[in-house]
């Protein structure tokens, strides 16, 4: 590729780049301006002084530690159900051969198209008659199931050739085996993107967690952002010291796992 | 140990309830410890058969039998067959020993023959407790112990057994230096034969072919063609494989079975096959250059091609196929005249092609005869290698 | 209107005349109570204190858990969730209009009976601020289902160093807010003045301007000349430049703390988010119009059935909140005001005012009492609002002719 | 590959599909039959689960209300805007990230990093970009000789401001789902194309779009309808449904009917009948895959 074609890549990529990451930007350092810096007309590039006192303060608004404590527990337990859930249903729909298989897909990949404000009242009865309000099960169980990673995954399962299960049933492989043995290691891939998504929704998921918990010791840390919204204005600042703080432990986890999201969501992981 | 399928067909049937007869009752004996290539043209329902043999398919009519054995309700695993694939299907993040290893690992027998068979230790203790206090329970006593003995650190045993299995069947196809690769750190080649060892590892009664050359190149071909022959010669297993490439069919198998359109054409030894097809597509099917053939009229007991008597047979007047096989050509003095348009060396052999009868024609002649594009000889038929069909293409002789 | 003010007559006399009313034979000892609350950050720390006060001081023992549940919006999503399931608070935080939709649930309590109980009834309760007295009764059956519990109005806030330094005249009247604004946009070429909430506008000055707004038997009369008239005084004033609404700024402190707007009206609760080291602010009353009419909001606390014991505990921790001190120890530490006119003149309030710490508390409590205003409560009222609100934006946005959006907005609620 | 179902495999795809089902079952399918059989009152009392006159009062009233309509056009719009643009763009960015180049894998990093947000919180700095005073957006068109723009307080610009925030907010995933696809074809197709002479347009369109059909097909379903229920964009901008509530999409219409102004029976109806036209314009999508998709 010649140079003048380098170039114009490299700084398409490099603007699209900043218009990704500004808003990041935007938020970090509004946590270490003043309330008026914030709203600093002409606007603030840099704060006069940092104040990292943000953070002290916003931290003491809610009980932060719990709640991280909290949110990694909901967010462990949630993706790795939701991982199992959807492993087996994806295998269901893409290997088993059943009457009315995609009849059944397409009606759960229409329960996608439900605004979920809709459900949430009556999930909420629900939690109760389970006898689950303000417990931290209550905010993981409901999102143990998801089609929409169940149709992701099948997409990918539906990549890995046909031969590979005949071969492993004529090596006297079950089924169930063979999902475990062959599907999953060669999904490896899908399934930490999965994971990964999963674990990002759980983790901002603040709507239901705020609903069905009533007392501090079980919420997450999304429900801190609630806190700096008052009736008659909203602390800027301490809200985006307080968003930093939830969206920093999902960006160490993202730079971790993001070597594999390519492949991930790539088809034909494997040659068939 | 012989594989008889009888009156087998399978009928595939697709959404819209549009069915196709890919196999029709078919009722073939491929006898123990042979090589036999299943051979016909793509779409003939040769890779179908293979595939009921080894149990992934259900045939929708007609039993298959192993020996005395019918195998037909039984499943793929439980048959006791080694199949390889076209693509070889290699599980991909695994090892090449872990390849090999992972039918063993499946197979409860394998295991179980490490553990001590729980029948067996019931009837000791019963045996035991009935013997109380009598001196024969010393006996009893020891030879339990004895028993157990055998199966002492089996988890050991296993492995050793395991890997010693793998070992051999990687010497059998010689790959044991690949055991620590990943299949896709190997040629077409190389996984064609860990395809084979995997098979091969929990030795089968039957071993199960599905186009296993077509994926290499033609010097590969050749080669692993011979080992594959090898190979079944020195387990003697009783091995069927599919091939569309006749060729191929006829180097090795000790048997032929040709189908065409899921019916079954002819089961024979190849030679004999290709001197006596008994139908045209056979005939047309086998040999290379492929046969001539032209139509002919039978009038008072003499084929006449275009007005010229060619030879006399004891046929009553009709029309019919006369089927020439290129080598039944021979170079006279006074035959059919023709003239040359090419000319070519195959090894000793020389190939000639002619016009007769307004249609091309292959001939081999004996290379000595020199002979140019252009020149006019006379050409007549041997006495054998050629064919007389009706117009339903069986044999007339 | 008349009916509660008739009740309000009718328990004045109740009160005045001591004795009467029964005593509730439940026993309260030591029962333990949730309170759900949206009071967060100052607010949540002022509310903590006084829970831990009560928790402290009385002598049933009973406990008050309190715990902050989001928002208001997230609070109602949770009460209308809780009540859905059955499984409810002892007591709760929330707006008339929501409190009238909770009635349908029946596990609402009217608190009547506990409100003049001989024994543990509210003393000298006409104390309350009439207006919030009025509010909380004036559901459709006219009885008391919550107590007043964090106030707030609305006042002017104005930059005091700019008015001083171009000796402006703070606006009392519409006339003026008219001719000081114009000034202002003079010097400055940016709007002068804003109005936080675009529907507590139309409310208000619309009966400023002696209009009528609706009452709490749905009967709807803000598509009247009074209220176009209000209006268009607003929108002409946007039109002209000198005028405008807080918009994406969502409150004008912003604006105000930039300097980009000299004075506006908003909530005295928002107090804390107004100043810069820049300049030097105060408070002062709305200006009025042909009326003196000022809105009073904030929420109120109401009781959920539970057994007579916990109701009984539930109402003795209302009744503190409500007293003279507690109200006014609520006022200093929180952004809200004083329930009782009483707790105005209190010591400790009386220093706070006076410390200047936060002018609005003064002219919070400056007003007549008569002089306040609420929404009527019926379960609609809050879509009433949201159609006058929409109303004004239209109007301001040049989307509709005043008549035209006032009248619209008519038509959708009026059915 | 075997024919016909067996009692066997069918036990066996139940209990396959249980866990999934259960869990789907009970926290989307029941409390959404819930909901449509609300909607068929004309008056429900959802505390005490009791409902009055049944029949279809319910949907001719929204049918008939002004915001519903005002709420499905402005859905449309965005839907209709942002599915495509977004879609174009994050094919485009992910055409340029699969340049075998230096520094590739940072960029993709960056490009996911949206995926991670909190949208209260990123809402909240995307309130101020677009200030039209102090706002970083029209700090830049000023810088560009443009006037500014009132981006969240004019009816005319409000929606199109959702519109990119919600553009925004989609790219990453579509990025990473068309890389992954770009990353999968095989390069044998590429370089017979190139023996073949097409050009690199035609390689794109001939080969790269087909071939990457399953991914587009995937893409749009799920960001169709994910962009259809738009809301939490619309409140981390706003915090309102926009000025005069040019913003207010359906999903926001349906909240404030079931909260803010307590109208059960009608936001059930609106739902359902919302839930209809994502259904409608779902399958007409799938439809339309059979016959483009190239699998």
Redesign the interface.
Known sequence: MNNIRKIIVYTLLTIGALIMIFPFFWMITGSIKTYNEIIGNPIVWWPKKIMWENYVIASEYAPFLTYFKNTVIVSFFNTFITLFTTILAAFAFSRLEFKGRDTLFSILLSTLMVPSQMLIITNYVTIVRLDLINTLPALIIPFTASIFYIYMLRQFFNQIPHQLYLAAKVDGCSDWKYMWKIMVPNAKNALITIGLFNWIASWNAYIWPLLVTQSDEKRVLSIGLKYFSGEAGTDFELLMAAGTIVILPLLILYLFARRYIIEGVSRGGIKG | MDIILKNLSKI??NKSGEETVAVDKLDIKIPSGKLVGLLGPSGCGKSTTL?MI?????P?EGRIFFGDEDVTEI????RG???V???Y?L???MTVRQNIA??LQ??KEFRQSFKADPVKVSEFKEKLTELEGNPEREKVQAEYLEYLEQFKDSRKKYKAEMEKIILETAKIVDIEELLNRKPSQLSGGQQQRVAIA??LA?NPKVLLLDEPLSNLDARLRLQTREEIKKIQRRTGITTVFVTHDQEEAMSISDELVVLKDGVLQQVDAPQNMYNSPENAFVAQFLGNPPINTFDVEIKNKEIILNDYSLKNVNLENQTALLAVRPEAFKVVNDGIEVKVYKVEHIGRDKLIGFELNDQKVNALVDADLDLKVGDKVDIDIRSKGYYLFDKEGTRLM | MKKVLALILALTLAFTLAGCGTTNDANPEGVTLQFWHAMSGPNGEALDYLVAKFNEENEYDITIEATYQGGYTDLHQKIVAALTAGETPHIAQAYGNNIAVYMDSDAIVQLDSYIDDRTYGIDDFNDIIEGYRTENSSYQDGHFYSLPFNKSTEVLYYNKTFFEANNLEVPTTWEELETVSKAITAITGKPAFGYDSLSNLFITWTQQNGGKYTDSEENVYFNSEEAIEAVQFFVDGCEEGYFRIAGEDRYLSGPFNNQDVMMFIGSTSGSKYVGADTFEWNSAQVPFGKEEKVIQQGSNMFMLKSTEEEQLATFIFMDFLTQAENTAEWAIRSGYLPVRESARELDIYVEFVASGENPTKDTGTSYEPDWYIFDPIFPDSYDYRMAVQAAVEEAVLGEKTVAQAIQDAYDSVAN | MVGKTTKKTYLQAFLYLLPALLIIFTFVIYPLIRSFYMSFFTDYNIFKHTGSGFGFVSYVKVLQSETFWKALKNTAIYTAVVVPISIIISLGIAVLLNNKLKGMKIFETLYFLPYITNVIAIGLAFRFIFHSNYGFLNYILTGLGMDPVVWLNDTKYALISLIIFGIWGGLAFKIVVFLAGLQGIDKQYYQAAKVDGASKWTVFRRITLPLLSPMIAYITVISLIGSFKVYVEVVGLFGNAGPADSAMTLVYYIYELFYSSYKPVLAAAASVIMFGIILILTFIQLALNKRNVHY
């Open positions: 595939f049937s595939y080894a149990g992934l398919h259900e929708t499943p793929a695993e439980k067959i080694g199949l694939f076209q693509n299907a599980y991909p993040h992972f039918p499946n197979s995997r098979a929990k």
